[in-house]
């Protein structure tokens, strides 16, 4: 069945429900439908371990776990599985566009990302920049809140990034089966791609997940290494594999299936119409962060809550979060810091 963009599910399930609680993932281990857990604790291995890892650390920091209300009973590992299987369950949306040649001047490539989520809790609406290392592999910094080890937002050591933007392609009814969380495999990809095979090995990877449940597009850019474009869009759901066109010196990215249908009047339509109108010509630092801000969400139900400017060959990023308080203040409205590679990941070649 086809799926309205992100944004748009989100406005229509609060105003059937009137309630914007509908649009939370329940991390509750015993509310989520049985084939998800199955699955969910099924993908063991290394995640599972790293996910131990972090509630032991909690209960050593905090002298005890936080309680699920819901269940009357402490966090346990399980609950955090689940959450980082919420791709499987549930969709993100998010804005972005990549730009190369002379449209990127001196920098080579710069790509951007504005990562818009559903306001529900302020866990939810914390972000960190969490960079794992591990052994024999490449180091992947990801972007996410607190307890969250996949990647929606990631950069490894070596400039590829990877970006998962909500798509408007068709969903399953009733998932069953094994599904890989996409955020673990894209983990997986950034630590051991090289950039020259980073986007054909997205594309294999991608094919051997689907179908998946939801609609998504995955942006995937790295540095430049021939004439090729840096940059490509694919689209899997449940009707399989996909890829958006890249034409010329730049790729736009919001959350509908290139070339869009006829006459579509979405959120989606109009945010990929105002980065056409402003992303058409040299890109600066500044302009940039214009592009970014002009299509900010900043809804009470939905707001952007990190964006950051990317310079894979120059090994630098430029990153904002929103400011949570009495109002919430979107990402690209605030001030971004600037990060070296080195100072992310650690001298390079160390």
Known sequence: MPSAPFADRLTNAILEKRAPLC???DPVFEHIPEVLRREAVAQGGDPAAELAAILDGIKAAKGELPKMALANRPMQVEDLIVANSADAMRA??????TVWGTDAGDAGVITTRNFDFGVFSKVGLTNHILVRAPAGKKAVAGISPPGYIGVFTGINQDGVCAFLHDGDGPLMQSPSGKIKPLAFALTGLLETAEPNAALASAEKLLKGLTPYPFSYMVRIVTPRSGDGPPARVFHIDAGGFGENPVNGQA???TNHYLPGKPGEESGT???YKRLERLVNGPVSSAKAWECLTAVAADQ???????ALVVYPE?????????????KL??????KPATLTFDQLFGPQGK
């Open 269 to 271: 339509m109009s945010r």
């Open 300 to 306: 009470p139900d939905c707001v952007t809550l990190h």
């Open 23 to 25: 649009i939370a993932l």
């Open 314 to 326: 120059k090994k630098k990023l430029e990153i904002a979060f929103a400011t949570i308080g009495d």
């Open 92 to 97: 993100f949306g998010c804005s972005g566009f």
């Open 329 to 334: 203040v979107p990402a690209p409205l605030n």
């Open 251 to 253: 790729c736009l990215t």
